[in-house]
């Protein structure tokens, strides 16, 4: 893979021009996706930015996200050459960084289920997750060294378990999901996909202007709560193993590492966020739904007809249920500096019909809390499984470093 972090350095000592950089990326991707099929779209060349921290980083953007130099086709063919007039706010926060946008990955429809035909890059018989499929196989497959994605349920955390890359899906609203297709308001939830833990924080510390999110020297040994998510149901054997061989690795790190209940009430959150999920999705896509309901895709549609009876009272309900939720999960961070669960309930599945199930990362979307994926397992057919690593709301810088943390443990 290519590590974001090292080109940085190696353009800022002169060693390597941002032009050779993002034509390395280029010819990455024209050997590569002629296989995986990581791209909808891409440049045939692409000219460097002279300056910014991202300058001669080649970046790949989620194919929900407006783009003024490329379509914008949100995976459906609804929207079939659609050429957004101007630039998402998050893509004209990479070019003022000095990025360059390479392409548009993959997606699926309206970034809900329908799989996509990516190709996991660790084996081509797996899906390489959703919906942001396309920036996680791009990134593990090592074509860019940065893509962003977009995560409702688990979106950005579940594909980069699958693919074995670094993501981070930040704190709500750290990013501006401004010119995003929205899917729903109070959970989408823009994220970045990254060789390794720092690339990750270089990334999003160059987008953001926040230096606080970049690696400090010395890695901070975290308090950690080790979190199963009962509720969810148990793990398959790869995504279980995971979660033990991390735990011990943080152990033997000298963190320590206590298993953690979490109060009822976030328990209850999580039974409740895909009532507030579909209920908001029938707002925020009606126009496809009523006037395009035939062009949708299967599960997407189906998904929206079996919730077309939520009524108000349940959606009012499902949010004072995660408004306690929230409240309750601050507490728990009284106690412990980050969480520490499962990313994904195992490998990637076999196939391409499914993008893996959000059961891990749901949760922690509708609480709004930073987290970050790191690559913990190799399990059959060298499929690689992550675990999350969990700040409280806000503390992005703190979930970065635990993160980096347990990625070193890991070594
Ligand atoms: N957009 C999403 O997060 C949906 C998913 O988890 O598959």
Redesign the pocket.
Known sequence: MISLADLQRRIAAGELSADAAIAQSLAAIGAQDKTIGAFVCRADSVRAASAGPLRGIAVGIKDIMDTADFPTEMGSPIYRGHRPRGDAAVVMMLKQAGASIVGKTTTTAF???DPTATLNPHNHGHTPG??SSGSAAAVAAGMIPLALG??????VI?PASFCGVAAIKPSYRLLPTVGVKC?SWTLDTVGLFAAGVSDVAHGLAAMTGRPELLPQASVPTPRIGIVTQDFAGAPEASGGEALRIATRATERAGATARALELPEIVAEAWRVHPVLQEFEAHQALAWEYRENYDAMAPLIRGRLDESKGTLPAAYDEALRIARRARHALAQVFEDVDVLLTLSAPGAAPKGLGS?GD?RY?RLWTLMGVPCVNIPAHVADGGLPVGVQVIARYSADAEALAAARFVEQALK
């Open positions: 970034a809900s289920t959703g919906s977009t995560q409702t349920g688990g979106s579940r899917y993008t959000a990362n």
